[in-house]
């Protein structure tokens, strides 16, 4: 474990010299004008570092947002380099593209710049513009009538989605008009102080329906207790290995992974009555079939972001059997959201930011 993280902060470190050793080549700068742009990203980095051990608690409120938002923003504009730079090397070494262009060349410079900005512009766009996913859930089962149901996983409240953000999508969420809604985990992004300070747990309460939760692997790292406190003023009925009957659903709330002796499927639907339409929550999608062998109906989950950023997303789908969005085991279906919100900057490139709007139905 110890070997494991030496290396991978060597490497983490090599690549952040290769990258600033390109950028500070690659600008037609002065001297100290170079050394200007990689102190700041230096700075950028350090920011992000030091915010992970509560470095922004410690700041006024607005001055830890900025923070925030310019040190996780750092990190795309950071791996969208890092590929222009490879992209360029190799390029170079099949003498495709002449060194000259990586030293002191303003037309380099400008197109890296523009390639990256117009990204980001387009990423913040993207992120803001929320989708609504449509979904009928049709059933064998015996419903007394259609149940609409909001479906949302990963807000990451906190210093970057914070409360103006947060009453724009209660009014979205309350414009469906549904009859429950429920959220498949990380709430909360990391840091209570920002949801505490603008009473977040208050607009919960503005939701126009019962809001049902399982938990995900930021309330651990937010500290589970300080997270609990804030799901029960919020109003939030949250499920940690444990189920909910309402009508003729029963729903069924996973711990998250991060715990380590949670329940199985199995062992949290022991007793269900399966007559009734069953919904999983569990955060992170792993292990699909256990759901599908316990006769569990539909299953939410979330976690993914679906990489947020490409070419991350195709990473993350290769890790997951089903990264994002809609599949079926048998009689069993799920859905896995990309997320309402976003961890780090607010930037969505080849992915979306999205809520699901179900309609449970019987046949």
């Known amino acids: 474990m110890k070997m494991g993280f030496i290396v991978v902060t060597l490497v983490a470190v090599l690549v952040h010299v290769y990258v600033l050793w390109h950028v500070y080549h690659v600008f037609p700068f002065p001297v100290w004008a170079k050394w200007a742009v990689v102190a700041f990203m230096v700075a950028a980095l350090a920011m992000m570092l030091t915010g992970l051990f509560g470095a922004f608690d410690r700041m006024p409120l607005g001055l830890a947002s900025l923070c925030y938002e310019i040190s996780t923003s750092w990190l795309i504009v950071f791996l969208y380099l890092l590929l222009s730079f490879v992209v360029l090397d190799v390029c170079r070494l099949v003498h495709l593209v002449p060194k000259e262009w990586l030293h002191s060349n303003a037309w380099t410079a400008g197109a890296i710049t523009a390639l990256i900005g117009g990204l980001l512009v387009y990423g913040n766009i993207h992120y803001h513009n929320k989708v609504r996913e449509p979904l009928t859930l049709d059933t064998g089962k015996q419903l007394s009538k259609p149940v609409k149901v909001v479906m949302l996983s990963d807000l990451h409240l906190g210093y970057h989605n914070r409360k103006t953000e947060w009453q724009r999508w209660v009014k979205m969420i309350n414009d469906e008009k549904p009859d429950l809604i429920l959220v498949a985990g990380d709430i909360i992004d990391g840091h209570m102080r920002p949801l505490l300070e603008e009473d977040i747990a208050a607009d919960f309460h503005k939701l126009n329906a019962p809001v049902v939760a399982c938990l995900g692997n930021h309330e651990y790292i937010t500290g589970i207790d300080k997270a609990l406190e804030f799901y029960q003023i919020a109003g939030i009925t949250l499920l940690r290995d444990s189920t909910l009957t309402l009508g003729n659903l029963v729903i069924a709330g996973r711990d998250d992974r991060f715990k380590h002796r949670r329940k199985s499927v199995a062992q949290l639907l022991e007793g269900v009555d399966k007559e009734k339409y069953v919904i999983l929550l569990d955060h992170q999608p792993y292990n699909l079939e256990e759901a599908q062998k316990a006769g569990v109906d539909f299953q939410l989950s979330g976690h993914t972001h679906e990489g947020q950023v490409w070419p991350i997303s195709l990473l993350v789908h290769r890790m997951y059997e089903n990264a994002w969005g809609f599949c079926q085991k048998g009689d069993t279906r ?30």
Request: aromatic share 16%; net charge positive; charged share 15%.
């Open 334 to 363: 799920y859905y896995v959201s990309s997320g309402m919100g976003i961890w780090g900057g607010k930037y969505r490139i080849g992915t979306r930011s999205e809520y699901i709007v179900a309609t449970i139905q019987s046949k």
